[in-house]
T-cell receptor, first 113, second 117 residues
Framework: SQQGEEDPQALSIQEGENATMNCSYKTSINNLQWYRQNSGRGLVHLILIRSNEREKHSGRLRVTLDTSKKSSSLLITASRAADTASYFCATDASTGTASKLTFGTGTRLQVTL | GAGVSQSPSNKVTEKGKDVELRCDPISGHTALYWYRQSLGQGLEFLIYFQGNSAPDKSGLPSDRFSAERTGGSVSTLTIQRTQQEDSAVYLC???????????????FGPGTRLTVT
């Protein structure tokens, strides 16, 4: 079953603009991760935020986490055409030495020149 | 170093046939995961292996699906008596437990696109 639901399902912006994607989930989590997928194939890990963190940055990426609302957002600043991809949030509710991710349905981002 | 590899990249099979999908994780990674992604959908967890522990099979959709991991490395996902609803991209991922401290990010292979006709 899907834990996370991304919003919007699709987003089209122009190069240079910022893109914001949101993710909502249902259960308590250990951490939340964002992945990017190009051309319907393998996923690439972008960033991880732990349940005790509220905000995290990596390059042009900014992730926020609000555990009280069970939601996260991914902001991509100064977008580029190469950012065109599907973006998925994934929640990890595992404890101990296990990491089983539950993925959302994804946001398809289109960045045009 | 080499990433996660999967074979075949594409597989077309007739309904009712058995198929085997292979995953070679990153060397040294102790955890291996299988996911399924139907067209335009998110990833659905199938099964994961962690070291010598019993695998977590909670995501397998039916008893036609099975997986094994030999020698703590290569894994094979087997689908028996394939059905058209099995058509999807099957993705494998691995992750590394470095010196007792768990690393949560997963490294994905390119996937196997399975089409059941």
């Amino acid at each position: 079953s899907q834990q996370g639901e991304e919003d919007p399902q699709a987003l089209s912006i122009q190069e240079g603009e910022n893109a914001t994607m949101n993710c909502s989930y249902k259960t308590s989590i250990n951490n939340l991760q964002w992945y990017r997928q190009n051309s319907g194939r393998g996923l690439v890990h972008l960033i991880l935020i732990r349940s005790n963190e509220r905000e995290k940055h990596s390059g042009r990426l900014r992730v926020t986490l609000d555990t009280s609302k069970k939601s996260s957002s991914l902001l991509i600043t100064a977008s580029r055409a190469a950012d065109t991809a599907s973006y998925f949030c994934a929640t990890d509710a595992s404890t101990g030495t296990a990491s089983k991710l539950t993925f959302g349905t994804g946001t398809r981002l289109q960045v045009t020149l | 170093g080499a990433g996660v590899s999967q074979s075949p990249s594409n597989k077309v099979t007739e309904k009712g046939k058995d198929v085997e999908l292979r995953c070679d994780p990153i060397s040294g990674h102790t955890a291996l995961y299988w996911y399924r992604q139907s067209l335009g959908q998110g990833l659905e967890f199938l099964i994961y292996f962690q070291g010598n522990s019993a695998p977590d099979k909670s995501g397998l959709p039916s008893d036609r699906f099975s997986a094994e991991r030999t020698g703590g490395s290569v894994s094979t996902l087997t689908i028996q008596r394939t059905q058209q609803e099995d058509s999807a991209v099957y993705l494998c991922a691995s992750s590394f437990d470095g010196r007792g401290r768990w690393t949560y990010e997963q490294y994905f292979g390119p996937g196997t696109r399975l089409t059941v006709t």
